[in-house]
């Protein structure tokens, strides 16, 4: 299980710091930080996938960064099946797989050996790391390019890729960063296959996301952010509810531009 409570984080801003006109206007600047997040809570089941949904620059990125121990948080809580990230941070990193945006492969290495590098950093025997590299080969349809370089891969090779890696230890967690952008629709496939059979073991999954058929699809629960903000936290079906239609897009802009002193609604 994965409980977020009150997540904030600022970037202070240098004399070097080049942000768009847009982001100036955003009421998270201040000249000397910008505020990315400033209250995100949600929490996830187990077994349960979580779609993190929200405008681009409203703070996806920067939460998911957070839970994975990769950014420290300005405030908040985190824990990861009871583990305090921020206080055991090592801890928690053995417990989850983290797919960032950027798949930053090692570009000489093959398929194979960018997993199995991973699989020996998180102290796996060889020959369960083998067998474990040819389950993930199997359910991600890469058999064909395991021993080609990753600068040598399409995007969609080094996607799975970087999928693969992320999750080679069996994490309890997943979280992963925009797993489908740019992909074609075979592969997307593929990766929600393969978001479905990690919730058939009961790994809860949270996953951001633009694309709303994704959500409908796999989803459990839904976490709607906004300027930094948690504006909706609950299940599938309550989201729906948020309008009349129950149409997806129609309640995800029902809770995204809300007055700023609007808080998180939903159910737990
Ligand atoms: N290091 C940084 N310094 C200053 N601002 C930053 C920094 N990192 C992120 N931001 C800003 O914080 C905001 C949130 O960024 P983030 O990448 O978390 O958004 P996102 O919801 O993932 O967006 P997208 O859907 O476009 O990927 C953006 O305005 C971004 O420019």
Redesign the pocket.
């Known amino acids: 299980m994965i409980e977020i409570n009150n997540l904030a984080k600022a ?1 202070a ?1 240098g004399k070097g ?1 080049k ?1 768009s006109e847009s ?1 100036k206007q ?1 009421v ?1 600047y201040s000249k000397t930080a ?1 505020h ?2 400033r209250d995100v809570s949600f929490h996830c089941d187990q077994g349960e996938v979580l779609g993190l949904l ?10 998911l960064r957070m839970l994975s121990t990769a950014l420290k948080p300005d405030g908040g809580t985190v824990l990861i099946n009871g583990v305090d990230v921020l206080k055991q941070p090592l801890k928690a990193r053995q417990q989850i797989g983290f797919l960032s ?1 950027d798949t930053g492969l090692y570009g000489k290495l093959t398929a194979f050996e960018n997993i199995a590098y991973f699989g020996r950093l998180h102290g796996m025997k060889e020959s369960a790391l083998r067998q474990r590299i040819d389950e993930l080969f199997t359910l991600l349809n890469m058999h064909d390019f395991a021993n080609r370089r990753a600068d040598n891969m399409s995007t969609g090779m080094k996607q799975k890729t970087a999928i693969a890696r992320a999750v080679v230890h069996s994490p309890k967690v997943v979280i992963l ?2 797993p489908t952008t740019g992909l074609d629709i075979m592969t997307v496939q593929t990766v929600l296959d393969f978001i479905q059979s990690l919730k058939a073991l009961k790994t809860p999954v949270i996953f ?1 996301t ?1 694309h709303l058929d994704e959500v409908a699809a796999l989803c459990d629960r839904v976490v709607v ?1 906004d300027k ?1 903000i948690s504006t909706f936290s609950g299940s599938i079906e309550a989201f729906r509810q948020c309008t009349p239609s129950g149409d997806l897009r129609e309640a995800f802009l029902s809770v995204i531009n809300q007055p700023e002193t609007a808080t998180a609604q939903g159910v737990a």
Do not use: Q
């Not at 929200?54 to 939460?63: D, E, L």
């Open positions: 970037f801003l710091s942000l982001e955003d998270r910008f990315s997040v929200g405008p681009n620059g409203a703070g996806k990125t920067t939460t945006a960063d925009e951001s633009h952010i930094g």
